[in-house]
Nanobody, 126 residues
Framework: QVQLAESGGGLAQAGGSLRLSCTAS????????MGWFRQAPGKEREFVAA????????YYIDSVKGRFAVSTDNAKNTVSLQMNSLKPEDTAVYYC???????????????????WGQGTQVTVSS
């Protein structure tokens, strides 16, 4: 079992920055990729960004490229999402996710992630 805990959400002004962190505990050696999804009110859950050590790469949804950056620590039990140049449309609940399957690519679908955090609210004001 792997438990994920997010932190760092809050309120930011448009153009500002926030840094989200996610710490994994339990059998963290069974994870091969970690990333972030988000869900805004009335919207479907969408992939944001992920980092994979099995694929040795990162991937971002087009709307956040150049603004967000995902990273992990050396132990690969913590993943962060640095969010810069925030926009009101970034407002959502952000979920940390972890993949337990060794894949040659970065997973971007919800069903490809077994472990999910409880989520942290990010609100960006105009």
């Amino acid at each position: 079992q792997v438990q994920l805990a997010e932190s760092g959400g809050g309120l930011a002004q448009a153009g500002g920055s926030l840094r989200l962190s996610c710490t994994a505990s339990g059998r963290t050696g069974s994870t091969y990729a970690m990333g972030w999804f988000r869900q805004a009110p009335g919207k479907e859950r969408e992939f944001v960004a992920a980092i994979s050590w099995s694929a040795n790469n990162t991937y971002y949804i087009d709307s956040v490229k150049g603004r967000f950056a995902v990273s992990t620590d050396n132990a690969k039990n913590t993943v962060s999402l640095q969010m810069n140049s925030l926009k009101p449309e970034d407002t959502a609940v952000y979920y940390c996710v972890a993949d337990s399957i060794h894949r040659p690519y970065i997973p971007t679908e919800p069903y490809e992630y077994y472990y999910w955090g409880q989520g942290t609210q990010v609100t960006v004001s105009s």
